[in-house]
């Protein structure tokens, strides 16, 4: 029961990333069956949206460095490097996995967690799944909720920063 690469399964999946990159799709998943044992699962999925969102509040920043001519150098240059690695703060909780990131139990539930929530170490924060299992992501220390990083619903990648606890 030994899988061997296909030559056409290689150019299947680079014909799916390339529709993924034109159709402007952030995820395709096909599961192909070729026989009673042998089939391919194929998920293909761009986190773009995580790093645009980690980007959405420099606009506003951005938009207000015009106004003051004198410090518009030193504002834009230290703005974005606190913005684009919040991965790099001492508070913050990253991705233990490649998934989605669900920040509700179920549909129409309330969210684990939102911006200035107290949490304790241990309390569920969000759920990530990963090869349709659910997996309960824990706060690694007790705080305050300050930044949510990530929509739910949004693919996520080992290490992809998910919210700040201080």
């Known amino acids: 029961m030994t899988k ?3 030559e056409n399964d290689v150019v299947f999946i680079q014909a799916l990333a390339e529709l ?5 799709l952030t ?3 096909v599961n192909r069956l070729y026989g009673e ?3 391919l699962n194929v998920r293909i999925s ?3 949206n995580v790093v645009h969102m980690a980007a959405a509040p420099a606009a506003p920043l951005a938009a207000a460095a015009p106004a003051a001519p004198a410090p518009a ?3 834009p240059a230290e703005a974005p490097a606190a913005i684009e690695d919040p991965a790099a703060h001492p508070g913050a909780v990253t991705s233990p996995m490649v998934g989605t990131v669900y920040l509700q139990a179920e549909p129409g539930s309330p969210p684990f967690i939102t911006v200035g929530a107290k949490v304790s170490e241990g309390d569920t924060i969000l759920i990530i799944e990963a090869m349709k299992t659910m997996n309960q992501i824990p706060a690694p220390k007790a705080g305050t909720v300050t930044r949510i990083l990530v929509e739910d619903s949004a693919a996520v990648e080992f290490g992809s920063p998910l919210v700040i606890i201080e």
């Open 46 to 48: 761009k986190t773009q």
């Open 37 to 39: 044992d042998n089939s």
């Open 4 to 6: 061997k690469p296909n």
């Open 27 to 29: 995820e395709i998943e």
């Open 20 to 24: 993924l990159s034109a159709q402007d």
């Open 73 to 75: 150098p030193a504002t």
